[in-house]
Nanobody, 125 residues
Framework: QVQLVESGGGLVQAGTSLSLSCAAS????????MGWFRQAPGKEREFVAA?????????AYADSVKGRFIISRHNAIKTVDLQMNSLEPEDTAVYYC?????????????????WGQGTQVTVSS
């Protein structure tokens, strides 16, 4: 069992940056690919970014955040970060961290085995 806890959400203005962090409960978190998803009110959960677990980490991004968001992982301290730049009001959502037993980055929530509780990000215009 892997427990994930997100932090770093908040209320920011459009055009600014915010960094989210996801802390995993087990040292074996280094063997999971990790992803970030988000869900806005009335919408389905959508893929944001993902990163593989091995040393030469591969990453994947949704088109809507490509070039603005950066995902990174730090296996030694069991965290995965999401640096969000040039935030837009459309980025407002609850952001979830997830862990997958698959080794490569995955963009479907169905391929993730563990989820955090989420952290709210609100971007004002």
């Amino acid at each position: 069992q892997v427990q994930l806890v997100e932090s770093g959400g908040g209320l920011v203005q459009a055009g600014t940056s915010l960094s989210l962090s996801c802390a995993a409960s087990q040292s074996t978190s280094s063997r999971y690919s990790m992803g970030w998803f988000r869900q806005a009110p009335g919408k389905e959960r959508e893929f944001v970014a993902a990163i593989s677990w091995f040393a030469g980490s591969r990453t994947a991004y949704a088109d809507s955040v490509k070039g603005r968001f950066i995902i990174s992982r730090h296996n030694a301290i069991k965290t995965v970060d999401l640096q969000m730049n040039s935030l837009e009001p459309e980025d407002t959502a609850v952001y979830y961290c997830a862990a997958s037993l698959k080794s490569d980055p995955r963009n479907s929530p169905l391929e993730y085995n563990y989820w955090g509780q989420g952290t709210q990000v609100t971007v004002s215009s």
